[in-house]
């Protein structure tokens, strides 16, 4: 899951795949604004059909959380 939330992130935002890690921070490390997370969340969404709610996408900051937390959701599925 790492591999395509780093894929995206790295479409989205215009940057080096290879400049991505599990500890780099979304919004800090990456300059991401909350428009371009939310349309992202939304498309990680429908591709692996999970919600991932609002009250924690404010605590998934950095891409390994991210990654690790939409993969346990489509384990429980």
Same mark, same amino acid.
């Given at each position: 899951?790492?591999?395509?939330?780093?894929?995206?992130?790295?479409?989205?935002?215009?940057?080096?795949?290879?400049?991505?890690?599990?500890?780099?921070?979304?919004?800090? @490390?990456?300059?991401?604004? =909350? $428009?371009?997370? %939310?349309?992202? &969340?939304?498309?990680?969404? *429908?591709?692996?059909?999970?919600?991932?709610? @609002?009250?924690?996408?404010? =605590? $998934?900051?950095? %891409?390994?959380? &991210?990654?690790?937390?939409? *993969?346990?959701?489509?384990?429980?599925?």
């Amino acid at each position: 899951m790492f591999e395509k939330v780093a894929e995206m992130l790295a479409k989205y935002l215009k940057v080096d795949k290879s400049k991505i890690t599990r500890d780099t921070d979304i919004r800090k @490390d990456l300059n991401a604004d =909350s $428009l371009v997370i %939310v349309e992202m &969340l939304f498309t990680l969404e *429908e591709e692996s059909g999970i919600t991932i709610p @609002d009250d924690k996408v404010e =605590s $998934l900051t950095r %891409v390994g959380d &991210l990654a690790d937390f939409i *993969e346990s959701e489509i384990n429980k599925k």
